[in-house]
Structure formats: structure tokens, C-alpha cells
């Protein structure tokens, strides 16, 4: 049982709330309650936010590519980079980073994590003994952490538009459709040891890494579940599905895939308003990594158009450059607001942008990464995070406006508790298993540097 002082229910805030939870769902709660002895009591209780889209394994080159060279840097020398490092990876070191950067996003107040994941294969190329090897210690990072998993396999064939070949710093990456098909498979074998709330989908990884026939032939396999892809993050790659499929990428898709609700189309920052109403109407997911996204100089969202069409939308930390749920929340307006040159720009008509962006964001989430969970009634998930509204950055806000002071005001400190379909991994603002999770980081990453 938890009891809340207060609380966001799905149909607005709440004083003096009783939840109960039983094998990870919520199936009571009762406001103006009174708590009872055992009960684990909180300040502030909030559905929690689903990560949608990481790439964990990033996370430990964060600080490596922010030194100018000379000419002009960009996103494809970051990706330079990147490939460089993943050739040095282990699955040691994928397991303990992955484990450290689901531990960090608990922290920050996120219960579940889309794990975008494409580094498959040795350094090289060959494949593993299990074709799922490194999938299995995305697997077991998450087992360690609690955190509620969507383990997304990806689908990388091509090196470029067009069905180029692989480059060679991408050889950790490839699989045709079949083995890709065998992948999956070993894939959800990894995953079903998780607790139920933990699932596979899967990731063709853009455009430019798979080809129309490729495309089709993976949805067709596909037993249902997310389906994720990058789109229309970088105008280069604009230019090249444009020149290659006669059509912009956005575009392209909407018309040659049924996309709907169970879809994410990560980034969609370059797109016409055409495209953001269309792929609004399309219910699918908009995935949003406004930090990455300004770290890597891609471009702002075209938000105000897509939130009026009514699409729907949530937060991924991508490249876990930084992990922070409020300082993503707060990049996404700001980025909006620096191109308009205005306020307040992520609300239809009147209203609080604080709320718009965390509702909004909690229920897409959700939805991208096939978790019953976004609000806080009975028969979602217990996907919950307890902020403390005493805190100095929240402690003269009204109760209205305690969203506008996460999203603005605070830092990610603010958070006490977070729980992943009922797993209480953070409690007290850190992690159960804090301790043995970093010392194995720090011990992985001084043997990664060792290698470079
Ligand atoms: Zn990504």
C-alpha cells in the first residue's frame, strides 16, 4: 500500500490517497484516505514517465565528442565516433553500462525504458554462439535494476539509402531479414525470464538502413507489439530517402506502411505540416529526444502544428548524453520557444505547459513502449513516481502548478520514489542496488578505456 498526500489520478489531483497493488497493477485508490500502519507514505504521487527510446551502451562516451575539430563538425562525425567505440565493446560492458544507465533513469524518475537496441554481433561482424547474446544482457541490466523493459531489436541491413553495403563500423549492426527474424526469437526467450510487464517489439532502424521489400517482409513477421523506427531526424537523410524513394521520409512511410497506435516514429523534426497532421492522424507515437536532439544539432520539433492535429507524443534520452526527465521536459518547450520567438508554446489554447508536456508525455510513453500505464487508476500498471513538493524548488507552487515546477524549476533531486509495475527500486531518492551497480560500472569502464 502506498498513501500519497496528494496525488494525479487519472481524472485530476487528489488529496490523502490510498493505492493498493497487487502483482504490479493498481487495484484501488481511494482518495481522502487515512494511512494505515505498514503503509509506505509519500509527498506527491505521479504516474511515471516511460523512457521511450535509448540507445544504452552511448551513455559511456557522454563528454567524448564535445571538443570542435577543425572544419565542421556534425552529426555523421559524432556517428564516426560512436562506430568507433562500439568496436571495443564487450557484452561485460554492455550489461554494466546498460544496468548503470537504467538505474539513472529511475533516479530521474522514469519507470520502463525502450531499449533501441542494434549492437548484435563480435566486434567484426561474426554473430555470437546465441544470435541473442547481447540482447540477453540488455535483458539481465534490466533484471538487476527493476526497471519495466521494451527491448527493441533492431533491423540494420544497409549502410545507406539506396541498399549501400555496411560500412565497416557497422558490421556490429547487420542482419538480413531472416537472421534478424532468429534474432527476435532469441531475443523474446531473453526477455521472457523479465517479469510480465517486460516485452519485445521491434526496430527497423530507419529508412536508410533497410529497403521497401526489407520493410515490408519484417512487419509482415512481426507477431505484434511496438514497432519503432528513426525518421527524419537529419536533413541529409531527407535529401537522400527524397532522392532515393521519390518521397520525404515521413511522408514515404505514412504511404507505404500501415503505421498506427502501436508505431513510435522517433525525431520527426524535419517534417512539412502536411506530414505532422498526417502522422498525428496516424495515432502513432512522436518520440521526442529534445537533448539529444540539441546535442547533436538536429533541429526543433514542429510541435505547435502536431499538438494541434491531436498527436500523440513522448520523451526517449536517445543518446544518454544526459539523463534527466525534467531538464528533457523543460529542452523540448525551450526549443520551441527560441524558434518562435514566444512563451508558453507546447498548449493548445489556454493552459499549463507543465502539464501538458508530463500528461502528455506519460500517456505516449506508455503507449510507444505497449505498457498499460500513463495514469494513475485501477487496471494500469503501478508505473509511479513520488516527487517531493517540499522541496525548495516546488515548496510556494500551488498544487495547479506543481507540474510547471518540475518541468521548469527543479531538478530531477526532487524525486524520492519510483516504482515499475509495483517494483519499489528507488526509495529515498536512490536505488535499491546503487552501490554494486556503479562500482561494476566504474570497474567496466576503466577495462573499456584500457582497450581504446
Ligand atoms: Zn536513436
Known amino acids: 500500500m502506498i498513501f500519497a498526500k496528494q496525488a494525479l489520478l487519472a481524472d485530476g489531483w487528489a488529496r490523502d490517497v490510498r493505492l493498493s497493488i497487487e502483482a504490479g497493477t493498481i487495484t484501488d485508490a481511494v482518495p481522502d484516505a487515512s494511512a494505515q500502519l505498514g503503509d509506505t507514505r509519500v509527498d506527491t504521487l505521479l504516474p511515471s514517465l516511460a523512457n521511450l527510446h535509448s540507445h544504452s551502451f552511448q551513455r559511456a562516451m557522454a563528454g567524448m565528442t564535445e571538443y570542435r575539430m577543425a572544419g565542421k563538425d556534425s552529426f555523421w562525425t559524432w556517428r564516426d565516433l560512436m562506430y568507433r567505440f562500439t568496436a571495443h565493446l564487450s557484452p561485460e560492458h554492455i550489461e554494466a553500462i546498460a544496468a548503470f544507465v537504467f538505474l539513472q533513469m529511475q533516479e530521474a524518475g522514469y519507470a520502463s525504458v525502450g531499449?533501441?537496441?542494434?549492437?548484435?554481433?563480435?566486434?567484426?561482424?561474426?554473430?555470437?554462439?546465441?544470435?541473442?547474446?547481447?540482447?540477453?544482457?540488455?535483458?539481465?541490466?534490466?533484471?538487476?535494476?527493476?526497471?519495466?523493459?521494451?527491448?527493441?531489436?533492431?533491423?540494420?541491413?544497409?549502410?545507406?539509402?539506396?541498399?549501400?553495403?555496411?560500412?565497416?563500423?557497422?558490421?556490429?549492426?547487420?542482419?538480413?531479414?531472416?537472421?534478424?527474424?532468429?534474432?527476435?526469437?532469441?531475443?523474446?526467450?531473453?526477455?521472457?525470464?523479465?517479469?510480465?510487464?517486460?516485452?519485445?517489439?521491434?526496430?527497423?532502424?530507419?529508412?536508410?538502413?533497410?529497403?521497401?521489400?526489407?520493410?515490408?517482409?519484417?512487419?509482415?513477421?512481426?507477431?505484434?507489439?511496438?514497432?519503432?523506427?528513426?525518421?527524419?531526424?537529419?536533413?541529409?537523410?531527407?535529401?537522400?530517402?527524397?532522392?532515393?524513394?521519390?518521397?520525404?521520409?515521413?511522408?514515404?512511410?505514412?504511404?507505404?506502411?500501415?503505421?498506427?497506435?502501436?508505431?513510435?516514429?522517433?525525431?520527426?523534426?524535419?517534417?512539412?505540416?502536411?506530414?505532422?497532421?498526417?502522422?498525428?492522424?496516424?495515432?502513432?507515437?512522436?518520440?521526442?529526444?529534445?537533448?539529444?536532439?540539441?546535442?547533436?544539432?538536429?533541429?526543433?520539433?514542429?510541435?505547435?502544428?502536431?499538438?494541434?492535429?491531436?498527436?500523440?507524443?513522448g520523451i526517449g534520452s536517445d543518446s544518454n548524453v544526459l539523463i534527466s526527465l525534467t531538464e528533457e521536459l523543460r529542452t523540448l518547450e525551450y526549443s520551441q520557444r527560441l524558434r518562435d520567438v514566444a512563451r508558453n508554446v507546447m498548449v493548445v489554447g489556454e493552459g499549463s505547459v507543465g502539464e501538458v508536456l508530463y500528461t502528455g508525455a506519460a500517456r505516449g510513453g506508455a503507449q510507444a513502449l505497449g505498457r498499460k500505464a500513463g495514469t494513475i487508476e485501477v487496471g494500469q500498471l503501478a508505473d509511479l513516481v513520488a516527487i517531493d513538493s517540499t522541496d525548495p524548488a516546488l515548496v510556494a507552487l500551488q498544487q495547479s502548478q506543481l507540474l510547471d515546477g518540475l518541468a521548469f524549476a527543479a531538478k530531477d533531486s526532487v524525486v524520492t520514489d519510483v516504482w515499475s509495475a509495483g517494483r519499489h527500486a528507488v526509495k529515498g531518492g536512490r536505488h535499491i542496488a546503487r552501490d554494486q551497480i556503479v562500482a561494476r560500472y566504474r570497474a567496466a569502464m576503466a577495462s573499456l578505456m584500457a582497450s581504446l
Open 115 to 313: 531499449e533501441f537496441h542494434y549492437l548484435h554481433h563480435q566486434p567484426g561482424g561474426a554473430p555470437y554462439a546465441d544470435l541473442g547474446e547481447l540482447s540477453a544482457c540488455i535483458a539481465a541490466a534490466a533484471q538487476t535494476t527493476g526497471i519495466g523493459l521494451t527491448h527493441l531489436p533492431v533491423l540494420y541491413t544497409y549502410g545507406g539509402a539506396g541498399q549501400a553495403d555496411l560500412q565497416a563500423g557497422q558490421a556490429r549492426f547487420g542482419n538480413c531479414v531472416d537472421r534478424f527474424g532468429e534474432l527476435v526469437a532469441r531475443a523474446r526467450h531473453a526477455v521472457s525470464a523479465l517479469p510480465g510487464d517486460c516485452r519485445v517489439g521491434i526496430a527497423p532502424h530507419s529508412l536508410r538502413a533497410t529497403s521497401p521489400g526489407d520493410l515490408a517482409a519484417a512487419l509482415d513477421a512481426h507477431e505484434g507489439g511496438p514497432v519503432h523506427i528513426h525518421i527524419a531526424e537529419q536533413p541529409k537523410e531527407v535529401a537522400d530517402i527524397e532522392g532515393w524513394l521519390g518521397a520525404r521520409p515521413v511522408e514515404w512511410l505514412l504511404a507505404n506502411a500501415k503505421v498506427a497506435r502501436e508505431w513510435c516514429l522517433i525525431h520527426a523534426t524535419h517534417m512539412t505540416d502536411a506530414e505532422t497532421r498526417a502522422m498525428a492522424a496516424s495515432g502513432a507515437v512522436a518520440g521526442l529526444c529534445p537533448i539529444t536532439e540539441a546535442n547533436l544539432g538536429d533541429g526543433p520539433f514542429n510541435g505547435p502544428a502536431y499538438l494541434q492535429a491531436g498527436g500523440a507524443f
